[in-house]
């Protein structure tokens, strides 16, 4: 089954206690309840650039302009119990962009510090591939979730090579 195209952009910003990433409480659909990145599904025709613009906006009410975005890498979410889940996601980072983050009816944003992610409230995959991200680390990850669909079977991280 063709996993489904998505996008992740996670605002960084430096704080007094050092470097701080905006995540947020998703409030409806796939992942709810759980703290997430901001992103979403590709539309019809989108390109990943064009797609993360739209959900910061969409989402968090807050403009990037699409040379603000710093191409992280891919995470592919495999679920083997629930193959219609899977996702191929492409992950930028951002230092750059115009407004104050607020909550829209998906998510309810929070910056978060780095070093003390939220993981206990997070996919448990995330704490595998996020920090490693932020840090500048341009990977291709590819995350097996175990059989309930939460849990973490596997994690392969290889160097990412950019788009083709
Ligand atoms: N295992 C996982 N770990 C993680 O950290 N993020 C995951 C994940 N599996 C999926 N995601 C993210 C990627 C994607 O940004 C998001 C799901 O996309 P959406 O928020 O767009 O889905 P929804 O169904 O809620 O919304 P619509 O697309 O508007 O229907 O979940």
Redesign the pocket.
Known sequence: MTAAQ???CFLLRDAADGEHVLLGT?K????RGKV??V???LEEGETAEQAACREVMEEINVVVAPEDLVPAGTVD?VFPARPEWN?A?TVFLTRAWDGEPTESVEIAPAWFPVARLPVER??A??EHWLPAMISGQRIAVR?A?AADNENVAEVRTEAWVGPV
């Open positions: 998505v996008t992740l998703k409806t659909g796939f992942g997430v990145g992103g979403g599904h979410f996702m996601t997070m996919w995959d995330a995350v979730l």
